[in-house]
């Protein structure tokens, strides 16, 4: 089992309103999701997921492709995660029964014919040391495209933080076009100017530039974030003292949760490597609390279908139009209607 990401709640948050766990969409987008980073994923080694409300298992087959399955047998109903890997199957902990990387039953003890069965599960991208996963009506027609960062010699090993929160993932990824928390949340001097540019598909990017005051010093940097569908952002950030990539993977618990891990990349001081372990401190310390700080507010706010927006917050309404594509058609159309009802002020 992999360590268990930690669930962000505030002690003294206030009381959670029911409403805040009400949103007129459907709690998975379609898109592809990193549910592990590959070397999470070993040849040999069985790991037991939970994402999309659905129980999952990982594993590579004999090719050493990664496998993403549903976790119970259609025998008799255990979690194959209790089971063991052999020469690439799965095997049942109950009844012996066993399934390849393609899902279907290929042994089945004392049976004069295996039956003709399979275990469901996801397609499959593995690239830039994450295993992705589609979830989606039909087979994916786009793929997220590979992040050199982290395969070049040039950038550390990334700083990985994993938390769930209580929030659908739209609420996470409208978090970098909310030009105005820039400045309150991350004490930035103004809201940054940026532009978010889409290609009509599942793809879009904003540049930009921030202004940030670390330890005193007010230092300019630029931005450039490119989103791959709901579940992929990286966000670039080149300044004077520091350049980092940020991965940012949301991905869909179940219908009240959503996880989001952060891998962030920083780029070696070219004359001083040896520096990157202090570097790595000063940007938890500084990035951290301000993250903590936003997920505590994601717990309890409710979702603003039409929320109040000052002539410069632009960033919201043109995501969430480009957003609309990872649902079903008919579920964005009523969206209006069923916020409308759980907004007391509206
Ligand atoms: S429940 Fe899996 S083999 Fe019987
Ligand atoms: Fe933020």
């Known amino acids: 089992m992999l360590a268990r990401p930690r669930v962000i709640r505030d002690s003294k948050a206030p009381v959670r309103d029911p409403r805040a766990d009400e949103y007129p969409m459907p709690f998975v987008p379609f898109g592809w999701y990193a549910v592990l980073r590959s070397k999470e994923l070993p040849v040999g080694k069985l790991v037991s997921l939970y994402y999309f409300g659905r129980a999952l298992i990982a594993f590579r087959g004999p090719d050493g492709n990664a496998a993403v399955r549903d976790a119970y047998c259609p025998h008799y109903g255990a979690h194959l995660g209790g089971g063991k890997l052999v ?20 042994h089945a003890p004392f049976a004069e014919r295996v039956p003709k069965v399979a275990i469901g599960g996801l397609p499959v991208l593995e ?9 989606g009506p039909d087979e994916p027609s786009w793929e997220p495209g590979p992040i050199p960062e982290t395969t070049s010699p040039q950038f550390a090993e990334p700083i990985d933080d994993r938390v769930r929160v209580r929030v659908h993932i739209q609420e996470m990824r409208e978090n970098i076009v909310d030009e105005s928390h820039f400045h309150y949340i991350h004490r930035q001097a103004e809201p940054p100017a940026q532009n978010l540019q889409t290609d009509g598909g599942p793809f879009a990017e904003i540049k930009g530039r921030i202004r940030r005051r670390v330890l005193g010093r007010d230092l300019d940097n630029t931005f450039d974030c490119s989103m791959s569908g709901p579940g992929v952002m990286v966000v670039r950030t080149h300044g004077p003292a520091l350049s980092v990539t940020a991965i940012a993977l949301t991905t869909p618990v179940d219908d009240t949760t959503s996880e989001i891990r952060m891998l962030y990349l920083l780029r070696k001081p070219a004359k001083a490597p040896f520096l990157v372990p202090f570097y790595k401190l000063v940007f938890k310390r500084l990035a951290f609390p301000e993250v903590r700080h936003e997920m505590r507010i994601w717990d309890s706010k409710i979702h603003q279908a039409r929320p109040v927006m000052l002539p410069h917050e632009q960033g919201i309404k043109a995501l ?4 609309k594509q990872f649902y079903p058609a008919e579920s964005t159309a009523s969206s209006d209607r069923t916020t409308r009802s759980a907004s007391p002020e509206s």
């Open 87 to 106: 020469g690439g199957a799965v095997e049942c902990p109950f009844h012996g029964w066993r399934f390849d990387a393609q899902g279907a039953c290929v």
């Open 127 to 135: 690239h830039s040391g994450l295993v992705f996963v589609y979830v």
């Open 320 to 323: 969430r139009r480009w957003y």
